[in-house]
């Protein structure tokens, strides 16, 4: 027996769905972006395109948060990874969403680094900790 295609449709204006973790409905348009698919509260997303826009991926895993990084041009953009496959996405942060959320985003990479900070050590500490103590 043929499994059923699924028809995939790009969600219009005025629409939307229930966010993947926190289940809070999400208006599917939003200032900053055309192709909406994460939540505005906790940011994590949907594993729903293979093209931003087309809807068309199978996984429909959920897609956790990982990173931000600045676009050339300066606009912000959040890196989810796929809890199903694996893949990394970067989506356009949108004009409503949580800025501590993206600002605790942002920090991880400095909060907890991929070594221990007792590893940089007084030798790279020295000229700031001598400018303290002065």
Known sequence: ??????????????????CVRCNKPVMADA???????????CLWSRHV???PGDRSSECRGAMEPITVWARPGG?????????????LHSNRVAGD??????VSLAVRAIS?????????GDTMLGPIADLVEA
């Open 1 to 18: 027996m043929r499994p059923k295609s699924r028809v995939r449709t790009r969600r219009g204006a005025g629409e939307w769905f229930h």
């Open 49 to 51: 395109d293979d093209i």
């Open 31 to 41: 200032a900053g972006t055309a192709h909406r698919n994460h939540c505005p509260w």
């Open 75 to 87: 606009d912000w953009a959040i890196i989810h990874r796929c809890r199903g496959c694996g893949e």
């Open 97 to 102: 969403d949580n800025e501590l959320a993206l």
């Open 112 to 120: 907890q680094p991929p070594f221990p900070l007792e590893r940089l």
